[in-house]
């Protein structure tokens, strides 16, 4: 399984970087690779019954690794992900232009599959998690393919940041159930059956990353943004694979918290609003593509419902509607592209006649169209009687939440019929009072070929309900044991037949009656607008917070960071017993004393002195001497690397000094002055003091003798203090070479900045 | 450049530059055993460069392309890190040491610990760390914009 994982991501990276310029051989790659997915995931569905688990040992020491489990639910997804994914991916061959976009789309692409089948394998939360985070940044990179344009990129943006915000309530979840259970596996989880308040808190948190991830309401406004992205991405991340992610999510959980009340109920009320609201959207929706998105809304709704609901025979129902709307959805998303291709519009209100010169593109996608609107004998049928029979005896099971689930799914279907008409009658239909469409070129071979075969499966799985049903059966009781059902081509006379047939029905006048042109009301409230308020609140309350901790002001800097300083010595210095001072050495040599009371005088002149350049000398002066003490204790490698760090930065002082005027200036005086040297004075005195009393209060013995003696055979060098530089303590100088690169950078680009904003005025030459 | 280009400091780069240089290779592999090691080496280098500049010979127009000093700061930390980093490979600890011998004829035996590598990249940081502050605080706008024109 990591093989063919790891053989995504090398034709992925393959396709960004030698073969940038050739998209076409990568994404025929890509096709291999998916061909091959398909073929092995097949051949271990057959052979082991359909279980197969790997792991991968990640950061050993923090227990940290990846499990993957091949269950026959896995197989499913897997296979609709690499079928999809090659079908989507030749379609693109036709789409787009080879040019280096391109090139970054096949790249993305593949990764994404790869990413998107490692996350249906998952076998635990954290590996779940794993995933589940890359598929959003690699769904903000496919969203912003067209970086050049700014809703691409905004759009882009949001998606990352609503996936974003819930992949962390997915990690808190996460990490709770870890740390009280010690598991996040699903087996293990579903073996425990745990119950608690941390534990439900714990499955909201996730069902929240679901929420956002399958854009259920609240969190529904950004899927239809995401259209932003080219059709194939759409039609790929955006309705068959991605957002089903946090279906696969609920799915897998809800055998476990389904009998949860809260979860319950969060499942059924927010997958029921989505459900009507996403239909709603759709029947004003006056882009093709944006109709789309938002009935995929709709139907994440209902999946959603299906899905986290928590009963066996809904769990299967949502197995197989899913299956089926990957199809139809990808479908209708790609013959929208077809149509986009040949016309250059998606306008409902002004396509005309399409139909007509397009004949075969109308077909196919008035069948999956179909299917989306549930009529016989289309695989979207058989689905949704299903998922009706289900529900209209959820009462018995699950008490009133399960009426409510039908209430909102009858209204949600007949909506779904409503705007499957709407979509036919405005793409392909013929409209009184517009000018036929031109068609500039017949679509070709490959944008055909993959919606002919995902039509055709649509109505072949339909009419073979039956046989279809039984493919499903250990996909679903893999989730749940429980969850057996049966599909049919007709299912004779009873209740979900009259709910259907009264909703298809109605559903249908809706959409024919329903004027094309129809525009919405702006809402006053919609999730887009709160999501741009608090964006721009976070924004400008980080402004306000930046502005007013970082005034500027290099004063307050010092004035702080040495106010804390002394403030934590002074306490520490007041709580914790002073040492003894018995066996304290004033000077070992008057060599040392002498050196010393040079670095008092030199400094004590500095504070008097009016010019910086000899002040700049003096202080290169105390260094200097700084460097004698060092030698004199015995440390050549310190003293040699003070004198040369003191030469170097007195160059550099005087670099700089010639930038500033010859002499302080003092800018405070009075009382301000007066308080600047008290502080000054305290501090230096408090940490002269601290140093002092930290010297002598050694209690542990020294590191020193072991270093020394384990430096020659360790280390294999005898200079210890390098051998501690490199070896022992190794990671530190890593972080500090680090910092030191980081902060001559910034100066760098400091003083960059400060002399481009100069330079209009800089004429008078300084010679 | 600093006022007057002086006579005496322009021979004495002439003859300490290649020198020093050497003398900071030297200072860095000898580090191991004995006073010295990269940041040293990296900083004397680094002294070489600064006697350069103060001797008014371009650093920014001749060496432009040799010493873009971000170069120098890249390549250290590469250096350093991947260094840091092998040991992971083979299931050792980060930054375990390696320690290789061989009997080269005529010299005798040469050691050489993997952690001189490491230090060898603390050793490029350094120089070019060195070298970004004496081109963004040494250069004077006025200075800049000639040399602009020059090439």
Known sequence: MFVLLFAHFIVATAALTVLKSRPRVSAVLGICVFVATIIATLQWGRTTDGVREVSFNWIGDLGLSLHLRLDSFAVMMVLIISVLGALVLAYSLAYFDPDETTARFTGFFIAFAG????????????????????????????????????????????????????????LAGVALFQVELGTTSFQELANMAPTGTVITVAAILVLLGAFTKSAQFPFHFWLPGAMAA????????????????????????SPIFGDLDVWRWMVVVAGGITMVLGGVRAMYATDAKLLLAHSTVSQLGFLGILAGIGIPGATYAAVVHLAAHAVFKAALFLSVGAVDHAVGSRDIRTLSGVGRQMPLVAILATLSAASMAGIIPLFGFATKEKALAVLLKADDKVGAVGNVALAFVVVGAVLSTAYSVRFVRGVFGTKKDCAPSHVHHAPSFLLVAPVVLLSSA????????????????????????EATGKLALWPGVNTALIVSVIVVAVGAAIGYVFPLAATARELPVTGDKVYLSLLQGILTGSKKITKYTQNGSLQTYVVVTMGVVIAT?????????????????????PLQFGVVVLCIVLTGVVTFTAHRFVAAL??????????????????????????????????????????????????????????????????????????????NSRQAPSVGEEYITRSSPQGGGNNVVNVILVDFRGVDTMGEITVLAVAALGVANLVNMARRQRKPKVVEASQ | MIGRRSVILTEADRWLFPVVLLVSVYITFRGHNAPGGGFIGGLIAGAAFIIRYLAGTPLTDRWHRALNPTTYIGAGLVIAVVTALVPLAY???????????????AIGEVKLVSSSIFDLGVYFLVIGVVLLSLMSLGADPVHDEEVGEES
């Open chain 1, 618 to 695: 003096l202080l290169g002066g105390v260094g200097f001497a700084i460097a004698v003490i060092f030698a004199l204790f015995g440390a050549p490698d310190l003293a040699l690397t003070q004198i040369l760090v003191e030469t170097i930065v007195l160059v550099v002082f005087l670099l700089v000094l010639r930038q500033l005027p010859s002499k302080f200036e003092r800018s405070i005086k009075g009382s301000a002055r007066t308080a600047q040297i008290v502080f000054s004075v305290s501090v230096g005195l408090v940490v002269a003091l601290f140093a002092l009393l930290v010297g």
């Open chain 1, 230 to 253: 080219p059709t194939p991405v759409s039609a790929y991340l955006h309705s068959a694979t991605m957002v089903k992610a946090g279906i696969v999510l609920m799915a897998r959980m």
């Open chain 1, 115 to 170: 990413v998107m089948s490692g996350l249906v394998m998952s076998a635990d939360l954290f590996t779940m998690f794993v995933f589940w985070e890359l598929t959003s940044v690699l769904s903000f990179l496919l969203i912003g393919l067209h970086s050049e344009s700014g809703h691409a990129r905004a759009s882009a943006l949001r998606a990352l940041l609503v996936t974003g915000a819930g992949g962390l309530c997915l």
């Open chain 2, 91 to 105: 299931g050792d600890t980060l930054l375990e040491s390696a320690i290789w011998k061989w009997n080269v004829p």
């Open chain 1, 569 to 589: 010595l002074m306490y520490s210095l007041a709580t914790d017993q002073l040492p003894h001072f018995d066996n304290m050495v004033i000077a070992d040599s």
């Open chain 1, 458 to 481: 649509s109505l072949i799985a339909g009419l073979f309900a039956k046989q279809t049903g039984h493919l499903f059966d250990a996909v679903a009781t893999t989730l749940s044991p």
